[in-house]
Nanobody, 122 residues
Framework: QVQVVESGGGSVQAGGSLRLSCVVSGDIESVVTMGWHRQLPRNPSERELVATITSTGSTYYPNDMKGRFTISRDIAKNTIYLQMNQLRIEDTGVYYC??????????????WGQGTQVAVSS
């Protein structure tokens, strides 16, 4: 069993910063990627991608996420982070951590945390 636990959310004023953390544990066979997604009030049916980091440390950000968000990892702590700067009111939402692993058979599994709330106010 795999556990994915996010932390670090909270309330902040516009222009402020937060750093989210995600710790993974359990029976993890082979990590492919880890990433952060978010669910916004204006689109509750979607978990939009914020950033990903591969097992080799390569990072990817969608164009509209570049510049204010930075994903990083600490392998020794089985943890990834999301540094969020210059936060805007529209960044308010629930932020989820995702771990994608590969089974010995070759198939992929996704493991999600329960999410951490970020609230940005004016």
């Amino acid at each position: 069993q795999v556990q994915v636990v996010e932390s670090g959310g909270g309330s902040v004023q516009a222009g402020g910063s937060l750093r989210l953390s995600c710790v993974v544990s359990g029976d993890i066979e082979s990590v492919v990627t880890m990433g952060w997604h978010r669910q916004l009030p204006r689109n509750p049916s979607e978990r939009e991608l914020v950033a990903t980091i591969t097992s080799t440390g390569s990072t990817y950000y969608p164009n509209d996420m570049k510049g204010r968000f930075t994903i990083s990892r600490d392998i020794a702590k089985n943890t990834i982070y999301l540094q969020m700067n210059q936060l805007r009111i529209e960044d308010t939402g629930v932020y989820y951590c995702r771990l994608t692993t590969r089974r010995r058979s070759g198939g992929l599994d996704e493991h999600w945390g329960q999410g951490t709330q970020v609230a940005v106010s004016s």
